[in-house]
């Protein structure tokens, strides 16, 4: 569109010349007596001209048709100093003028409008910014602050102005003076700094200086900084969930890295450096690429940090299979297993190949899924063809015996009497015992016509794939255990115990439902550690919780908040249920706690919160549950000296 101004411009200009040429009638005026009325036209035509060029650079067509008006009507205005022209001429020339200065105005108001919403933008995130935003001079003296900057350090903001930056923060290695010496042009500087708060306190920010300039000198500093204190604590959380993950990748029995987007190693553990035979600080920060070019493709590798990848490949002439698990931060976490004998068995048969095709997809089934009876149904006839057999069976062990989880075709008890030792056949069943921690925990029943090396090879290494997959599995979900159990008691530590209570209030506020809060301290447990020794009042311990467990619901929550301190959760139970809980329980107790053929008397003091009466967060329930506890503590000690 801007483009056509031009051409419409030159072409209006020369028929309005041409126009006046053929229709006007030339008048003979001598400029030199009346230069004083040809100038002012001369310098409207051209400041109207200049006004198209300005006009032209803006994105806005409004001021631009307005301009070309009123050049157009500056022209007229020209022409009709030299030439007669008939009514009608006058008309348009009114028309262009008025056209154009209207075109103008709302062309400038426009840009008034869009003036004052961005001050209004500007002003508002000022205002409504949750990080601290503090104008100073070049000085360090500060000039404004926002609300923010208000909340955080507890001054005012009439306190805030006079002072200097330095009188509310630390000192800093780099002084302001210095740092603002060191801008360039529309630079920006970032910085830690530490401010003190009107009481004392320690806020460490982020911190980024930007230079308001006036010409070329710097007229004031706008200082933007981000208390960084709870990312510093999500930062150490991170950490910790980091050590943990490491702690369980360090412990895969298979060879694990941590490769970065560039193919850097950035972790490697140990069972990784026993089959590369190098040492870890040999890999760390190398690409992996430049010492494994053979490993795996790198285009699989870009494709991994999409989607799960799984590859065949070779290191020093040994197979090895490869699976690419995305993490975050653009790393991903690349398994080897070395499958090299495995795979020189599995090649001499076509069969084979079928054989470890379902092992992988059994195994990568019970890794998302999860060790259940619906995937090892899926996978029976599988199971079946590869072996040759119709008939097969899983029993796991369950309270003791060996019960029937699953089976196809075939007749077998639902209680399995012969418990094999290792793999063998009996009466045409192969049996492959499944072993955890030297126990057997399941048995595969798979009907065998004729035995002989290969068979009892694929049983061994299904054996393997099984128990190596059930070994991780259960590792991760001790891991878990760990995370959230108290070692002494099993039942839930204070971090898990809170945690899960907090989940419990926000769903009986949800749903408009009761829940009461127990805190329960044991008396004179301390009698019982200083005559008898730890070690038997941490036995006594574990026999108190597995009473108190036998006598609570599932839905019910146990923890340790201390060390002869516990908490009980009771969804949807009120007050009054709470207390005949509470008194069910003291009668149980009445009876003495046995262990290692002594009675031992444990006697308790509790207090009971609810939800949401006494309280709508955890702080606050345990706050009145322990004060009711002290209260029931005391008053029974009251009733014992008064007896």
């Known amino acids: 569109m801007k483009k056509l101004i031009w051409p419409v411009l030159l072409v209006g200009t020369a028929f309005l010349i041409i126009y006046s040429f053929l229709i006007g009638t030339p008048l003979e005026i001598h400029l030199a007596t009346r230069w004083e009325i040809a100038l002012p036209r001369v310098l409207f035509l051209l400041g109207s001209f200049l006004l198209n060029t300005l006009f032209s650079l803006t994105g806005s067509y409004v001021v631009l048709f307005g301009s070309v008006s009123l050049f157009l009507g500056a022209l007229m205005n020209l022409l009709e100093f030299f030439f007669v022209y008939p009514p009608l001429f006058y008309a348009v020339k009114l ?65 805030l102005l006079g002072k200097t930056i330095e009188e509310i923060s630390k000192p800093a290695e780099e002084k302001v003076l210095f740092q603002i010496l060191n801008f360039s042009q529309n630079g920006i500087k970032t910085l830690e700094r530490e401010f003190l708060s009107k009481d004392g306190r320690t806020i460490l920010c982020e911190c980024k200086l930007v230079p308001v300039y006036e010409g070329k000198k710097i007229a004031m500093i706008q200082e933007i900084a981000r208390p960084i204190d ?212 399941a048995v595969l029943l798979i009907g065998c016509g004729k035995t002989d090396e290969r068979l009892f090879e694929m049983a061994r290494l299904l054996k393997n794939y099984l128990e190596l997959i059930y070994w991780k599995l259960k590792g991760e979900e001790r891991i878990l255990w760990l995370a959230e159990r108290d070692s002494l008691t099993g039942v839930y530590n204070r971090e898990a115990f809170e945690n899960r209570l907090a989940y419990l209030i926000n769903l009986s506020k949800r749903y408009n439902r009761k829940l009461s809060f127990v805190f329960i301290d044991l008396d004179d447990f301390k009698r019982i550690n200083d005559s008898k020794g730890h070690l038997v009042g941490d036995r006594v311990l574990k026999e108190f919780v597995n009473r108190l467990t036998s006598l609570l619901r599932k839905s019910d929550v146990v923890g340790r908040l201390g060390g002869d301190e516990f908490g009980i959760v009771l969804p949807e139970t009120d007050r009054t249920g709470a207390e ?41 329930l345990l706050k009145v549950a322990d004060e009711r506890m002290y209260m029931n503590k005391f008053s029974k000690k009251r009733g014992r000296e008064n007896v």
């Open 95 to 159: 028309i262009f003028y008025v056209a154009g200065s209207l075109l103008l105005l709302i062309g400038i108001f426009r840009v008034f409008l869009k003036l004052k919403r961005f001050t209004l933008m500007f002003r508002g995130l000022f205002e409504e910014n949750n990080d601290m935003v503090i104008y100073y001079d070049p000085s360090g003296k500060i000039v404004d602050v926002n609300p923010a900057a208000e909340r955080f350090l507890g001054y005012t903001r009439i306190e």
């Open 230 to 441: 709870d990312i510093r604590k999500i930062e150490d959380q991170i950490r910790k969930e980091r050590k943990r993950f490491l702690t369980y990748f360090n412990n895969i029995p298979v060879l694990s890295v941590i490769l970065r987007e560039d193919g850097t190693v950035e972790d490697v553990n140990e069972a990784g450096c026993k089959l590369l035979g190098v040492n870890r600080e040999q890999l760390l920060n190398k690409n992996w690429f430049d010492m494994f070019h053979e490993s795996f493709p790198h285009e699989t590798f870009e494709r991994s940090f999409k989607e799960k990848m799984v590859h065949e490949g070779r290191i020093d002439g040994r197979v090895i299979r490869w699976v690419f698990i995305p993490l975050e931060e653009n790393r991903v976490m690349v398994t080897g297993l070395d499958i090299t004998e495995l795979k020189e068995n599995l090649t001499s048969l076509e069969s084979d190949k079928k054989f470890y095709q379902l092992l992988l997809d059994l195994s990568k089934s019970l890794l998302s899924l999860g060790w259940n009876d619906f995937v090892f149904k899926q996978y029976l006839s599988p199971l079946g063809e590869v072996f040759g057999s119709k008939s097969v069976a899983l029993y796991e062990k369950k309270n003791g015996n060996f019960v029937l989880t699953a089976s196809l075709n075939g007749s077998f008890e639902e209680i399995l009497s012969r418990i094999p030792e290792d793999i063998d056949c009996e009466n045409e069943m192969l049996g492959i015992p499944l072993e955890y921690e030297t126990e057997t925990f």
């Open 580 to 620: 005949i809980l509470m008194k069910r329980i003291e009668e149980h107790f009445r009876e003495p706690v046995l262990v290692d053929g002594e009675l031992f008397s444990v006697n308790f003091s509790y207090g009971i919160s609810v939800f949401p009466e006494d309280g709508e967060s955890v702080k606050e």
